[in-house]
């Protein structure tokens, strides 16, 4: 089931009373979601991602805006009409019934001519049971197994009537690390077991990357990025995109275009490929752009300049990756990134190198190298080359790719 | 799966039976509300109607048309109502003010104080909930008879002192204060009642406050230990009084005056539920299900 | 040494409670079973003639007795199950609405804080039959075309009826209260996900709602029987202090006839009353306690 969403808008009363302004938690937000895709709605806390989750199952109602599960327009749809599955948060499992009962449930509400006979209730739980490998569970209370069992059986319970679309809010947050690995992984084959239309909801932007086929980056109530993780990934069309997505965070720097080439502090890091463009802001017209920044050329950046000026210097962000960096010794070398070496963290395959720079927006750059590359120094100076697909440049005010 | 119309009248039919829900809800609250409300409506308007003009309403008028005061002269001069209501204030007062010490000790020594015994000690006085009040107010009657306290502050007050229940309640909140505190205190050099007095009583006050509550709506309304104890007019309280006025008052069946009565009777602690209503019914509630 | 004074500290503290309930609760008890079982005492010269079970099978063959018996398990039977299910309605629409719901409250609790027996008063008045006027409840029931009924001094059924109407005005705010607040406690997640799935609103209501506030009304239901068979003051301002006379008697009242006023001075009497009250609690209450062993679901 394509699932899509027009202009979106859900404002609430403000809690403090004196505010009279509402607090919107979702602006204007339009998504298309494919029919049989995993996508991930990704974003910080508060930034509104549960409240879309909310408006698609019926739970609340949109202040403005459409809905439409296919064809059908479900906007003023009651939740229990709509045909969704909603896995909680904290799963919500009834506490006085057992695992069988609760995966029943769903089942016995059903009137008319989807009324199942107790054997084909039987056989569909035993089934969905199955498929979320909890049949040997049936007889237990949700308060007698781990959060990572309860976790399936809520996934079960939801998945039980055939929904048309099956949401998730944070399915992972309540389980520990090494089971929210494996969970992830079964998530991700129940989903295309099934092939029903999955939109889950996180703030761990790892989880999202690793499974979805495709991600919806949130901040405020509106889309900063969508598409494949890993384009987005690559290609971040805003600051904040660049640091919400990868671990460790990228590293920003306060830098400027001058004289063909892109400056961090007085370092002259690479050369600067200004493309005349026509003021373009259309997503399409941004997202060739980004096939075209693919082709970067070595020690050198391709931007969009608006303003065509190469001589008057231009204030931007300069977002590295970890990866990015290419520790060298040779201080001769051009297009080199100075910075103070603070201390070297060797983790095996890689190693990370903590230093500072003058320039640098937040408290330490993290710079991971492969340990056998590791670099010698001179005077407790590091040395780095920048990787042109690893560099992303953004304007200073509006934090927009360039 | 379905066309637009049958989403459509899904829709409708999902409001209209929210409509008709809501309504059906407000409709018997308010039914129930005007049960509740209807004595008391009907007891202040008739305790302003004149004796003459309730007696010539055969079916009784839900309107006052001239409001007299009369009433509730008479029902401070002809019975002794003021008497009834002073002598219910001092009752109240006092039961509760002793209560209080004993029960504040008591959770003080349960809950801060190490001793031998004190677990055994514990689950006695908590077995002693149990014992019914109907059980032991034969020998109450005549222990208080054979001391020669009856028609007395003291043989009224002794016996409702004391409440197992309000210990229990206190010492569990007295327990949440964080050790630390005390040892703190300790190491300042306080003394355990300077401590008890200085900073366990100020933070369980929430606790105090409900206990407090609890008590006194008890008192006030507590008949059956004064009807046994109290056969002198002078020492009744409001309950045993408005039975004699009705029994006895006014020379004859004058209810608009003993509307009054009741009304004066209903409106101190009436006016405490108005003014601290979130307190108290949080404080029923809270030790409704502690028990 | 500290712990010695502390020792000291503690008991001091306790030495109050300890006294008052040596005094008036502890030594009460054991003398009542101590006067049960005493035959033919007096208690102008604090004498008997022996000791059996005399004082018992007077009481059990006392027709007031057997009475007020009759009079305390209708009242109970009635009062109990119908004020838990009334409470349970009543904070059910409650919960579900939010537009006046704090004035509803309110009103709700009022009686809570009233003295019953003024109020009583009152009920007498509104349902009783007099020379001067039929009363507001025979008003009432005219305009419905019935005809007046004298529930105060009139038939049996009558007078139970309003009996009970009133126990269930004084005992319902109290069981509100408790219900609405346990209702909240429900976490609204549970309706979410019911609501997801399609649930019907009964069936919310009985598969989620009720297991959920089992617990609750569980404890709603045994302190109801408890307070029930207590029933006396209610009595007395709806009948007046003889009750023996109204026909209305209940074991409690009976006991207190037994021991003051018009009949009393039998100590003895009431002592195997109370006893025999304390029995009929004792056993209802673990009856109960079993049953909801078997159905109420605990956390």
Redesign the interface.
Known sequence: MKIVLENLTKKFPNRDKKMKEDVIAVNSFSHEITDGKLIGLLGPSGCGKSTVLNLISGLEKPTSGKIF??D???T???PE?R?VGLVFQNYALYPHLNVMENIRFPLENLRGKDKLTKDQMEVKVLETAKLVQIEGLLDRKPGEMSGGQQQRVAIARALVKKP?VLLLDEPLSNLDARLRLQTREELKRIQLETGITTLFVTHDQEEAMSICDSIVVMKEGRIMQHGAPQEVYDHPQNLFVAKFLGTPQINVFKGQIRDGGLFIGKDRVMDVNATAANGANDNRVQKEENIDRVQKKENSIRIQNKENEKTVARDVYVAVRPEGFVAVSDTDLKDILHCDFMKMEVMGRDTSIICTHEAFEGTVIRAIVPSESRPQFIGGEVCFKLKPSKVHVFDAETEEVL | ??D?KD?EK??KR?KSIKIVR?AA??L??TF??L???F??Y??II?SFKSYSSY?S????RLIITSPTLQNYVSAFTEVSLGRYLINTFIFTVITTAIML???V??A???SR????G?NI?FAL?LS?MM?????????????ITDLGLRNSFPGLV??S??S?FY?YLLKENFEQIPDELYKAAKVDGTS?MRYLRRVMIPIAKPTIITIIILKV?EC??S??WP??ITDDESYFL??NG??EI??NGFGR?N?PA??A??VA??VP??A???IF?KK??AG??RG??K? | MT?KK??L???L??L??II??G???????I??FI?SFEEGYNFASQSYFGLGSYNYSYVLHDPYFIQALKNTFIIVLITVPLSTG?AL??SL??S??TK?REL????????????????G???M??FQK?A?????VN?LINLFGGESIDFIDGPYPAKMFVMCFYTI?VVLP?KI??LT??LASVDPIYYKAAQIDATPKWRVFFKITLPMISP?IF?LAI?GF?GAF?A??DE?ALF??DLNAAGMNTI?GY??DM??GNSGGY?SY??AA??I??AI?FTITVINLLVSEKTVYYQ
């Open positions: 599960f296919g059908d327009d479900v003023n749809l009651p009409n045909g048309r | 799966m379905s637009t989403l899904i829709e999902d809501g809800r407000y018997f609250l129930w509300a049960i509740v409300l004595p008391f009907w007891m008739t007696n309403e055969y079916v009784p010490v004993i029960v000790l008591s003080f020594a349960f104080l190490e001793f031998p004190k000690v006085f002693l014992i019914p009040n109907e059980l032991v107010i034969i020998t109450n009657y005549v222990t002794l016996p002192v004391i197992v210990i355990d709506i006030w309304n008949y059956v009807r046994l409001v309950s408005i039975q009705r029994e069946e209810i003993m509307m009565a009741v009777i209903s602690l009436m405490l539920f108005l209503r108290i019914m029923v509630a409704g299900t028990g | 712990n502390q020792t500290t503690a008991w503290c306790l109050p409670a008052f309930l005094i008036f609760l502890v030594y009460p008890m003398d009542v006067y009334i309605i009543i629409a409650l579900s609405i006046l509803f409250q309110t009103i709700f609790f009022l009686p809570y804080v009233t003295n019953t027996l003024a109020v008063l009152v009920f008045i509104l007099t001067y006027t039929d009363g507001m008003v005005w109290f209260l408790i607040s346990n609750m404890y302190t408890i207590k006396y003051s007395v007046g202090t409690v006991i207190y021991l003051y100590p009431a002592s109370a006893i009250l304390f609690v």
